[in-house]
């Protein structure tokens, strides 16, 4: 486990967490990208087979009073050949507390720094556009309805 704060990250790694995953990733499939569909638990159980080939998985989790373990949400790097495509969702009580800017910078932190760092978001989630927009992801293209975004690392100088 990583701990930012008080949010701890957790690799997914078991059939019980996929199926956590899958059920905060359906609470928050309005706000996705690419495939809004529900998942259903066989659909998700067949996908997190081969998973670990293309992704890594993380849930996040707020420690409250030093013992209290709360499922807040989730993130995903695809691991593509060319570059890292982010994706992440929060459950929607999370949303708005700055719980998604510790998501998105321990996601772009455990990216290859070798290859760009990419993400989608849609152009109608300003909050989320800010929250790249503050970890130094840059619009590198559009559609009508996405932004498409790169992370910007700092110089070395």
């Known amino acids: ?35 809004i569909d529900f998942i259903t638990p066989e659909q998700q159980l067949e996908w997190f087979k081969t998973a670990s080939e293309k992704y890594d998985l993380y849930l996040a989790y707020q420690i409250t009073h030093g013992a209290i373990i709360i499922n807040v949400g989730y993130g995903l790097i695809h691991k593509n050949d060319d570059a ?8 929607p009580s999370y949303r708005g507390l700055g719980i998604g800017q510790v998501l998105f910078k321990f996601l772009t932190d455990n990216c290859s720094k070798s290859k760009p760092v990419r993400l989608e978001v849609l152009k109608t989630n300003t909050k989320a556009f800010i929250v ?19 992370h910007k690392y700092d110089s070395p100088i």
């Open 1 to 35: 486990m990583t701990e930012y704060g008080s949010i701890v990250f957790k690799k997914v790694t078991t059939d019980v967490e996929a199926e956590m995953l899958r059920r905060i990733r359906n609470e928050c499939r309005l706000f996705m990208t690419r495939s």
């Open 132 to 150: 790249y927009i503050k970890l130094g992801f840059e619009v590198i293209g559009e559609t009508d309805r996405l932004y498409f975004m790169e």
């Open 84 to 91: 890292s495509l982010l994706t992440g969702g929060l459950l």
